[in-house]
């Protein structure tokens, strides 16, 4: 028995083999070798000892923007101190450089390092309204240039090449930036006009940025290269020309202008891309039945149907408890500030009126000393509809007095410095703001019932 122990423990113990544990990834090929180790032949576009790290291919090698191109970043740490260094060629004068905020709308803190008329504005908002430092120096297009931007606290400062410093500081007690939003490189795609109020501009970066240098850390303008980069879109090397990807919509044509493009657009197109129907109700925007309105090439108007509301009334009322509220003169509803409305509005509104007095609607604010504001209201059986630029007030009136207690259908629309009153469908009554201003600033909510 002793002796068939002993020969069972002299038979050679069978080797380990590691790739039974299959240490290669994504598909890759694992060949055992002496002393239960391994090599991986990974498979195409992946690198590492297990194949684990995908080989992305630099498509550029300094980037290029062409007014629609952007790339997305992580939000920037810049809590107490920011500093961020930029080389750069544009090929305009107007163009956004860089954006992060603390909420995706515009409202609170905020900070964009933009072109505006061919100077560096470096601008950021701690809570007390923006400091906006700008270079003294204008850029020369087609020519590198180093900008270089710092925060501490309230302070900042701008440098634009060899020229001096400019220096700003916040007013206000606070000295924390506070961002939560991702941060974009060469344009912002959003809908809020708030953004581009913030920035200074509203158009893309167009040209190449050879450098950009957040805190310590040189970041590389390409997806998946570099861990603060989560996106790209549209960003080529800066040796090709931009009509060669095709930058102009709607089947239009690019027509290279040196280092610049211009978009021939097909017929019902406009704007630098083609990208703006002459006519928006041509897209159909409004759903369920409704009637679109356009006002110009920009901006329109959904009339929804009865139990549905929203832009292009694709809201549907469901609570059917409240349908038609009823006021005191006292009571009111708060609406979220109106958007969109700096260069056309309209609002229509029925009503039947109890007392030939009242406010039916009304948004406004004071900014800088001036009133800018628009009401609805009865006086003495009248309607008025009073709208104000930061100048004079404008005052429209009905020419026949409001009929109590029957129901009526009251228009007002504004499109630069002019005014439109309707009721019914009486004649129409025009107005004309005799201030240079031509932008209705409502920041402020809408009132309908009363002011509280």
């Known amino acids: ?17 590691a790739c039974s544990s299959a240490p290669c990834f994504h598909l890759s090929t694992c060949i055992d070798l002496p002393g239960a180790t391994f090599t991986c032949i990974c498979s195409e576009n992946y690198t590492g000892p297990s194949c684990e790290t995908e080989i992305v291919l630099k498509q550029y090698e300094t980037p290029s923007f062409s007014g629609r191109s952007y790339a997305i970043l992580k939000t920037i740490e810049a809590y107490n101190k920011l500093i961020i260094e930029m080389e750069l060629k544009s090929y305009a004068y107007d163009g956004i450089l860089l954006y ?178 002459d006519d928006p109700c041509m897209s159909n925007p409004c759903a369920f039945g409704a009637i679109c309105k356009a006002f110009d090439q920009e901006s329109y108007a959904c009339q929804c149907q009865p139990g549905r509301a929203g832009k292009r009334c694709e809201i549907e009322y469901k609570n059917d408890k409240v349908v038609i509220p009823e006021f005191n003169g006292r009571s009111f509803i708060r609406f979220p500030p109106m958007e969109g409305i700096e260069k056309t509005f309209s609002i229509e509104v029925s ?50 007095p409001i009929v109590i207690r029957k129901w009526h259908k009251a228009r007002i629309s504004g499109k630069g410095k002019e005014g439109i009153l309707q009721v019914d469908n009486s004649t129409i009554v025009f107005g004309y703001s005799d201030t240079p201003i031509r932008d209705f600033v409502l920041d402020s909510p809408l009132y309908v019932g009363s002011f509280p």
Do not use: W
Not at 2 to 16: A, I, N, Q, V, Y
């Open 100 to 277: 992060n905020a603390e909420n995706e709308d515009g409202t609170g803190d905020f900070v964009s390092l933009s072109l505006v008329n061919g100077f560096v504005e470096f601008k950021y908002n701690l809570g007390h309204g923006p400091v906006i430092m700008r270079s003294l120096d204008k850029i020369e297009l087609g020519k590198f240039h180093r900008i270089a931007v710092k925060r501490y606290n309230r302070d900042g400062l701008l440098k634009l090449d060899d020229a001096d410093d400019v220096a700003a500081q916040a007013s206000g007690s606070t000295k924390a930036l506070d961002l939560k939003t991702d941060t974009f490189i060469g344009y912002v795609p959003t809908n809020y006009t708030r953004v581009f109020e913030n920035m200074g501009t509203d158009k893309g970066f167009e040209g190449c940025i050879k450098k950009l240098k957040i805190g310590r850390e040189e970041i590389e303008l390409h997806a998946f290269r570099h861990e603060m980069v989560l996106e790209t879109k549209d960003i080529h090397d800066c040796s090709q020309h931009a009509c060669d990807h095709s930058p102009c919509l709607n089947q239009a044509k690019c027509v290279p202008m040196d280092d610049l493009f211009r978009c021939e657009c097909a017929p019902q197109f406009s704007g630098k891309f083609c990208d703006k129907l």
């Open 1 to 17: 028995m002793e002796e068939e122990l002993k020969k069972e423990d002299s038979r050679p113990t069978k080797e380990f083999r």
């Open 351 to 400: 009503f039947m009126p109890k007392a030939p007095n009242g406010l039916i609607l009304y948004s406004g604010q004071m900014k800088n000393g001036l009133s800018n504001f628009i009401s609805l209201n009865l006086a003495h059986g009248y309607l008025q509809f009073r709208f104000s630029l930061g100048g004079g007030t404008v005052d429209l009136m009905t020419l026949d």
